[in-house]
């Protein structure tokens, strides 16, 4: 049987490892989700206070919606070399009917860092679980 600084690093590694594999599951699960539901629509790319003068900062998105409100959401993704978001270019969205602040940006689906999260929490509680029973 593990002694108490055993059982107790074990108990914060199983536990710190279901927090992030729930957070990974979320984010995929929400990626899958807009993927599935969300009304597809052409955003205007806008650069405005910090983002600006830094290339690398989340501008902002102003996008329609199908009520013919007018929205704008910071990107969810920042600009990179393979996809700017120059001011006033236009990018393809994909955005959540019943909230239409949640976005998605195509090309930017983030899906690598939430596998990362699931693999990561996974570990951490294998490892934490290896712990109590070594």
């Known amino acids: 049987m593990p002694d108490g600084a055993v059982v107790t690093m074990a108990g914060f590694t199983v536990v710190s490892g279901a927090v992030a594999l ?5 984010g995929l699960r929400t990626i899958r989700r807009l993927r599935r539901v969300g009304v597809e629509v052409r955003a205007m790319v806008k650069r405005v206070g910090p983002a600006a003068e830094d290339e690398r900062a989340r501008p902002v998105l102003q996008y329609v919606t199908q009520d013919g409100r007018v929205m704008e959401v910071a990107s969810p993704a920042p600009a ?10 236009l990018v393809l969205v994909r955005y959540d009917p019943v909230d239409p602040r949640e976005l998605l940006l195509h090309g930017h689906d983030r899906t690598t860092p939430e596998y990362v999260m699931v693999g990561t929490g996974a570990a951490f509680m294998l490892l934490g679980i290896g712990l109590l029973l070594a």
């Open 80 to 89: 990179s070399k393979r996809h700017p978001l120059a001011d006033g270019s």
């Open 22 to 26: 729930l957070t990974g599951i979320a």
